[in-house]
């Protein structure tokens, strides 16, 4: 398996607009959980799903922010509008029943910058 | 909010000695876990521990746990160049069933050649 694979690698936009980041989980695992790093606030949990269902949303900043998940293989994080302070280094990882204690893949993360 | 946080926040040892990190941390735990970071990249899932266990080891690397005061420790033997990193504990908590981390904030580890 190649891995978790987030897109873009970097992302350079213009406050107001529209940014969309794309996770592909590993095959099999039921668990995906989106995280944010920044050096004053490190990893943050934004969201996470299990089966595809989104289970718990309270780490998301603001309303500008939403993800899904349509199927066990895909899932994107939008913010619209963007704003400068939403720079940081987005993160998507997966899990085979993380509820059962197993480890988090995490993929390379997506860094975004909002000028 | 962080559940774990990491001590000492950086460490600088040479090639051959060892490394020792700490976590401590707030709530009732199900597991522990420590993650690898290298610069630019994504966290690399090191070790897990579970809340009835005290010890473990994988290679180079020995993580304790203990309950009573919440606290962890790693310790990684006889470091490499290529163990410079930062380094992170993360618990999944009693009160959460679907496997949620929370993260420290990191210690960072150098070693010099």
């Given at each position: 398996?190649?891995?978790?694979?987030?897109?873009?690698?970097?992302e350079v936009t213009e406050m107001g607009q529209e940014v969309t980041?794309?996770?592909?989980?590993?095959?099999?695992?039921?668990?995906?959980?989106?995280?944010?790093?920044?050096?004053?606030?490190?990893?943050?949990?934004?969201?996470?799903?299990?089966?595809?269902?989104?289970?718990?949303?309270?780490?998301?900043?603001?309303?500008?922010?939403?993800?899904?998940?349509?199927?066990?293989?895909?899932?994107?994080?939008?913010?619209?509008?963007?704003?400068?302070?939403?720079?940081?280094?987005?993160?998507?990882?997966?899990?085979?029943?993380?509820?059962?204690?197993?480890?988090?893949?995490?993929?390379?993360?997506?860094?975004?910058?909002?000028? | 909010?962080?559940?774990?946080?990491?001590?000492?926040?950086?460490?600088?040892?040479?090639?051959?000695?060892?490394?020792?990190?700490?976590?401590?941390?707030?709530?009732?735990?199900?597991?522990?876990?420590?993650?690898?970071?290298?610069?630019?990249?994504?966290?690399?899932?090191?070790?897990?521990?579970?809340?009835?266990?005290?010890?473990?080891?994988?290679?180079?690397?020995?993580?304790?746990?203990?309950?009573?005061?919440?606290?962890?420790?790693?310790?990684?033997?006889?470091?490499?160049?290529?163990?410079?990193?930062?380094?992170?504990?993360?618990?999944?908590?009693t009160t959460d069933s679907w496997g949620k981390l929370q993260f420290?904030?990191?210690?960072?580890?150098?070693?010099?050649?």
């Amino acid at each position: 398996d190649a891995g978790v694979i987030q897109s873009p690698r970097h992302e350079v936009t213009e406050m107001g607009q529209e940014v969309t980041l794309r996770c592909k989980p590993i095959s099999g695992h039921n668990s995906l959980f989106w995280y944010r790093q920044t050096m004053m606030r490190g990893l943050e949990l934004l969201i996470y799903f299990n089966n595809n269902v989104p289970i718990d949303d309270s780490g998301m900043p603001e309303d500008r922010f939403s993800a899904k998940m349509p199927n066990a293989s895909f899932s994107t994080l939008k913010i619209q509008p963007s704003e400068p302070r939403d720079s940081a280094v987005y993160f998507c990882a997966s899990s085979f029943e993380a509820g059962a204690g197993y480890g988090y893949t995490f993929g390379s993360g997506t860094r975004l910058t909002v000028v | 909010s962080q559940q774990g946080e990491e001590d000492p926040q950086a460490l600088s040892i040479q090639e051959g000695e060892n490394a020792t990190m700490n976590c401590s941390y707030k709530t009732s735990i199900n597991n522990l876990q420590w993650y690898r970071q290298n610069s630019g990249r994504g966290l690399v899932h090191l070790i897990l521990i579970r809340s009835n266990e005290r010890e473990k080891h994988s290679g180079r690397l020995r993580v304790t746990l203990d309950t009573s005061k919440k606290s962890s420790s790693l310790l990684i033997t006889a470091s490499r160049a290529a163990d410079t990193a930062s380094y992170f504990c993360a618990t999944a908590s009693t009160t959460d069933s679907w496997g949620k981390l929370q993260f420290g904030a990191g210690t960072q580890v150098v070693v010099t050649p």
